[in-house]
């Protein structure tokens, strides 16, 4: 089964930076695609960015100019360098891989999550 460990996480003051890792227990290039997802209490987990298998990148509105998602093939990791840190953007950080699957609807993968708290 594939596995994906998210590290990176912790308190940050407003206008802060953070760099998120997730790592995957195979190789990245296997995935349709790999991206980061972030989640309120209970409220619905929300895209941040993604980054498919050629390298094309993708970013929710409120994030652009602020994120950037890159992945380091050797290191079986994706990341997730995040600047100018606002409170909203405190949540639960979750790395997703989707995995695919030749004539079969595409499996989706999902980390434990890691905890971003923005805060003075």
């Known amino acids: 089964q594939v596995q994906l460990v998210e590290s990176g996480g912790g308190l940050v003051q407003p206008g802060g930076s953070l760099r998120l890792s997730c790592a995957a227990s195979?190789?990245?290039?296997?995935?349709?695609?790999m991206g980061w997802y972030r989640q309120v209490s209970a409220r619905k987990r929300d895209l941040v960015a993604i980054?498919?298998?050629?390298?094309?990148?993708n970013y929710a509105d409120s994030v652009k100019g602020r994120f950037i998602i890159s992945s380091d093939s050797a290191k079986n990791t994706v990341y997730l360098q995040m600047s100018g840190l606002k409170p909203e953007d405190t949540a639960v950080y979750y790395c997703n891989a989707v995995q695919i699957q030749p004539g079969l609807s595409d499996y989706p993968y999902w980390g434990q999550g890691t905890q971003v708290t923005v805060s003075s």
């Open positions: 195979r190789s990245i290039g296997s995935f349709k695609s």
């Open positions: 980054i498919t298998s050629g390298g094309s990148t």
